[in-house]
């Protein structure tokens, strides 16, 4: 009999809540806070922050923290709204940092 298997996550490095799909990385060579991240379309039991303007390494964005919505661990940022026309594909995308999440189903 075949083993099924379930579609590759990311988890929450903390509580290992999952919070995306291997699936929906749309980049990896993103930079985060605390080294590199992931650029992703979706995300999945989090919490959205407040809004606020950053000036980040590709421009002036209107960002907001997500973290896990089980531990509250800061996991990365929305993007909310990009400036420059060369960013708008941010707009909505989440950034994951990649030491704030581990692969689960691999």
């Not at 290992?16 to 980049?27: A, K, M, P, T």
């Not at 990896?28 to 992703?40: D, P, Y």
């Not at 940022?77 to 995308?93: D, I, L, T, V």
Request: charged share 25%; glycine share 8%; proline share 2%.
């Amino acid at each position: 009999m075949a083993e099924f298997v379930g579609p590759r996550l990311y988890s929450c490095c903390k509580c290992g809540n999952h919070v995306s799909l291997h699936d929906d990385i749309i980049s990896k060579a993103f930079q985060g806070r605390h080294g590199r991240a992931f650029l992703f379309s979706h995300a999945m039991n989090i919490v959205v922050g407040p809004k606020e303007d950053r000036h980040l390494m590709t421009g002036l964005h209107t960002v907001a923290d997500i973290s896990c919505a089980d531990c509250r661990e800061l996991l990365g940022w929305k993007y909310e709204r990009a400036y420059e026309a060369s960013q708008k594909y941010k707009e909505g995308k989440y950034i994951f940092e990649k030491l704030k999440i581990v692969k689960e189903n691999w």
